[in-house]
């Protein structure tokens, strides 16, 4: 039995640290996507909408590059 919670336990982890890896690849919230992945049952689902969501990372360097990213004065 003792087996059977480790390795669910490391798969658990496994499918969080992709959730990780692909909202660092794809340039979504990642702490935000890493606590999802934590919660077991929630983790594959997603991870499945990591894996079809869209890459916006070219948006938020466009959004930054076009001075966006700068406070406004009071």
């Known amino acids: 039995m003792a087996q059977l919670i480790v390795l669910l336990l490391l798969i658990n982890l496994g499918i969080t640290y992709q959730c990780y890896?692909?909202?660092?690849?794809?340039?979504?919230?990642?702490?935000?996507?890493t606590c999802l992945g934590?919660?077991?049952?929630?983790?594959?689902v997603v991870w499945m909408y990591l894996l079809f969501l869209p890459d916006i990372t070219p948006f938020n360097k466009q959004f930054e590059y076009?001075?966006?990213n700068e406070k406004q004065p009071l």
């Open 21 to 33: 890896r692909y909202a660092c690849l794809k340039g979504y919230p990642v702490f935000t996507f």
């Open 38 to 44: 934590l919660v077991p049952y929630f983790n594959l």
């Open 66 to 68: 076009e001075g966006h």
